[in-house]
């Protein structure tokens, strides 16, 4: 069983949906939790973090971590064709030799067509 | 702010041949550099910590005589794929940390292998 699943999709939407993109993990150490944006060809950029359960909003971004289901996900609304790109959930421990580094899910490949 | 180059993007070499990709952050320094390798559809698997001044930490089942990694600057750090084969053909990318939070960590574009 990997640490981090994430559904690979692709997934397609019209643009103007709303959508919800998940990842579910298995080590009850993580404690940070992040998701990031990959265009073709390119390195993951940082769209939100968040410690611990809860939610975080930023624009047309939410997060929300679930510790107790060991769930996270992420919701775009409004999405637009620039939305499109590979979405990566990352998490990573507290301390010791974890803290910092990432365990990655396999990614969500999104399309939104106009 | 925070910006991570790497260099070449895109290299072709022959099987047997060692490659060396270079990692930089261009506006801060980075104590601690981590090098990924992504496959096609698939997600990004750490393959080493690398710190400055000491010998990288590498992930379990990577063959750190294979992927050398030296880390001589607080602002460079290198992979060496020696003895490159066919299977090692991937995308390369590595990131940078100005502190250290998880959310602190800056990604460079990659760099594509391919081992003919």
């Known amino acids: 069983q990997k640490e981090v699943e994430q559904d690979p999709g692709p997934l397609s939407v019209p643009e103007g949906a709303i959508v919800s993109l998940n990842c579910t993990y298995s080590?009850?150490?993580?404690?940070?939790f992040m998701w990031y944006r990959q265009y073709s060809r390119k390195g993951p950029e940082l769209l939100m973090y968040t410690y611990s359960s809860g939610n975080k909003e930023d624009g047309r971004f939410t997060a929300q971590v679930d510790k107790s289901s060991k769930y996270i996900s992420l919701f775009i609304r409004d999405s637009q064709p620039s939305d499109s790109a590979t979405y990566l959930c990352a998490m990573s421990g507290a301390g010791g030799t974890s803290y910092g580094k990432l365990t990655f899910g396999q990614g969500t490949i999104l399309t939104v067509h106009p | 702010g925070a910006v991570v180059s790497q260099h070449p993007s895109r290299v072709i070499c022959k099987s047997g041949t060692s490659v060396k990709i270079e990692c930089r952050s261009l506006d801060f320094q980075a104590t601690t550099m981590f090098w990924y390798r992504q496959f096609p559809k698939q997600s990004l698997m750490l393959m080493a910590t690398s710190n400055e001044g000491s010998k990288a930490t590498y992930e379990q089942g990577v063959e750190k005589d294979k992927f050398l990694i030296n880390h001589a600057s607080l602002t460079l750090s290198t992979l060496t794929v020696t003895s490159a084969h066919p299977e090692d053909s991937s995308f390369y990318i590595c990131?940078?940390?100005?502190?250290?939070?998880?959310?602190?960590?800056?990604f460079g574009p990659g760099t594509r292998l391919t081992v003919l």
């Open positions: 080590n009850s150490a993580f404690q940070y």
């Open positions: 990131s940078a940390r100005t502190g250290p939070a998880a959310d602190t960590q800056y």
